[in-house]
């Protein structure tokens, strides 16, 4: 098990440059199943949720190639119509790879998918819709096999605007006969991110971005290269490393629209934080002050930040109040947190965060994704020395996170070791 080694204190300053997103790579790089053709992807995160994905295409038949963020799909001979346990396992949005598969050839086995324990996370709202899109779906074991001659168009209701079950009912109408239409689609960045790579490559999806998503089946799609979006959720992750620092960080951003409630509510933190092309500024006060926060669909505060900013807020000035609305298991890395002298209460979803005057240095444990990145920005507060353990849950989700760090001015090693 991998560690982080933090000595707490430097204030951050400097430039660094955002990633692409892990959650919009993650359904594009499923698209790729659709595409008999080539399909060149650029800006791809070099991260362990993107390799797993990658290896699940390969099983499948796709030929790769790799060469840093740009990748190369060739979907042509794919072979197989299922995917092994053992990677369907590693993570949640593997899910996504069902919806390609039976777009592409109308049949897909898999297991539950795994993923972060953040909560129940069920996927009956994916499997639900499938059965709307005249799917037939055998569940026996742990296994599900979905199967249908033809995919038909229909209006499909989600109770939840679930990200996933909006990606996945995407990816198995591109070739459905007639119209398929979600209501109550969920609305975030990388849906739309998902959107425009399938339309590039000649598929008809309308709406995408707003709650009614229109997807018109088409016979064929072509080859393309496409960019994928800047992580939003690293943006955050990094803008709050600035302002727990007391720091003075530029982030090179160009898309803040999607980080519009996080740049509200550390402002309303105290920090100042300045727009301009392709960047994003922000100073912080010695002292942030204690604010409240709703999680919420996008384009409210998202559940990814949740952990992130109820760290920065343990030593605000004042009494912060946080509400998890997505996930119902999102406050595990609590616990560790209160190891560094953090004083946070949880009733329900509900956490009251008391701001003290300054963390001290542990060993504590990632719990989580984002969990673990949590209790690295509690470590370059703290006084003394942190050693975040477990961080391969962190190693799936940020790129290079300690060394961009590293290049604003902090302390944190890599310890493979531990
Ligand atoms: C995606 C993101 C994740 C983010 C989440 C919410 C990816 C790879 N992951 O996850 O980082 O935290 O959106 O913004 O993009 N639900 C059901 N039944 C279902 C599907 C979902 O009850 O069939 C519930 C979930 O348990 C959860 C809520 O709906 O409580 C939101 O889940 P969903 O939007 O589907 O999140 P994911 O797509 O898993």
Avoid at 10 to 19: I, K, P, Q
Avoid at 298 to 322: E, H, N, R
Avoid at 372 to 382: E, I, R, S, W
């Amino acid at each position: 098990m991998a560690s982080y080694i933090i000595e707490g204190g430097r204030r951050l300053e400097g430039e660094v440059t955002v990633s692409g997103s892990k959650n919009a790579s993650l359904p594009i790089i499923a698209a790729t199943i659709l595409n008999p053709n080539i399909t060149k992807l650029y800006n791809i995160p070099n991260i362990h949720d993107t390799q797993i994905t990658l290896e699940i295409l390969k099983y499948l038949g796709c030929k790769l190639k790799k060469n840093h963020g740009r990748i190369e799909v060739n979907s042509k001979n794919i072979d197989k119509r299922e995917i092994p346990e053992h990677l369907m396992n590693q993570m949640r949005s593997t899910v996504v790879l069902a919806g390609a598969i039976l777009g592409r050839f109308k049949e897909a086995r898999f297991s539950y998918p795994g993923g972060c324990d953040i909560g129940a996370r069920p996927i009956d709202l994916h499997l639900r819709a499938f059965k709307k899109l005249g799917i037939n779906i055998i569940e026996d074991s742990g296994f599900i096999t979905c199967k249908c001659d033809r995919i038909i168009g229909a209006n499909i209701d989600l109770d939840f605007p679930s990200v996933g079950a909006t990606e996945n009912i995407i990816l198995a109408a591109i070739y459905a006969e007639g119209i398929t239409q979600i209501t109550n689609a969920a609305m975030e960045p990388e849906i739309v991110d998902l959107a425009k790579c399938l339309n590039k490559m000649g598929a008809k999806i309308e709406g995408a971005g707003t709650n009614i998503i229109t997807i018109t089946g088409v016979e064929k799609l072509k080859s393309i290269s496409y960019t994928v979006m800047e992580d939003r959720i690293e943006a955050g992750t990094l803008l709050c490393a600035g302002a727990i620092t007391g720091g003075d960080i530029t982030l090179k951003y160009k898309t803040p629209e999607h980080i519009t409630p996080i740049i509200h509510k550390l402002e309303e933190a105290g920090c100042q934080i300045q727009i301009e092309k392709g960047k994003v500024h922000l100073k912080a006060n010695r002292k942030l002050k204690a604010v409240d926060i709703k999680t919420l669909p996008y384009p409210g505060f998202p559940t990814d930040m949740q952990s992130v900013f109820a760290s920065t807020l343990t030593t605000a000035k004042g009494t912060s109040m946080i509400i998890e609305n997505i996930f119902e298991n999102r406050y595990r890395y609590v616990a560790e947190l209160k190891k560094m002298g953090a004083k946070i209460a949880i009733e329900g979803k509900t956490a009251v965060i008391k701001g003290v005057r300054r963390l001290s240095g542990a060993k504590v444990k990632s719990t989580d994704l984002r969990g673990g990145a949590c209790l690295v920005l509690a470590g370059l507060a703290a006084r003394g020395t942190t050693t975040v353990t477990n961080i391969e849950y962190i190693l799936r989700g940020y790129e290079n996170l300690d060394e961009k760090l590293r290049n604003l001015g902090a302390e944190i090693l890599l310890d493979k070791e531990e």
